[in-house]
């Protein structure tokens, strides 16, 4: 951040939020002129997805999900884990290479053939959220000879 703003608190957190969409915005782009992945269907509506789900679990605002935004993460899909399978998932998706998950692994684990047990996780919630099973409004009404 520029020495010539001289910003505290929220303002502070909103250049860093802003800066870190932009990071992630470019990242995106190169994905978009990526010739691997020119025929996935839907491809910017993919990433945008994706940047904005990656972006709620970077708890620590570096740019990193670490293990504790992957354990929120987790917990937010219904699915807790312990911290053992947190640590093998994230070696998973980075190959060993890091303790934490960047947003090119994130997007090359979504993306890519591989089916990291991440994925199956963030596709099996994609896809419980699209279909709504429960029915809208309240329950009709029913009188006591219609109960079992």
Do not use: W
Not at 52 to 60: C, G, K, Q, W
């Amino acid at each position: 951040m520029p020495s010539s703003h001289n910003v505290q608190g929220g303002k502070a957190f909103g250049l860093l939020k802003e800066q870190q969409r932009q990071k992630l915005e470019e990242i995106n782009k190169e994905y978009m002129e990526d010739q691997k992945y020119r025929d996935e269907e839907d491809l910017p509506e993919k990433l945008e997805s994706l940047k904005n789900r990656y972006a709620e679990f970077d708890l620590n605002d570096q740019g990193d999900i670490d293990l504790m935004g992957l354990k929120r993460m987790m917990e937010k899909l219904g699915v807790p884990k312990t911290h053992l399978e947190l640590k093998k998932m994230i070696v998973e998706v980075t190959g060993g290479s890091s303790n934490t998950i960047n947003y090119r692994d994130f997007v090359k684990m979504m993306l890519g053939k591989r089916s990291a047990v991440l994925k199956l996780i963030l596709v099996f919630e994609d896809k419980a959220n699209g279909s709504t099973c429960k029915p809208e409004g309240p329950p009709p009404k029913r009188d006591i000879a219609s109960l079992p």
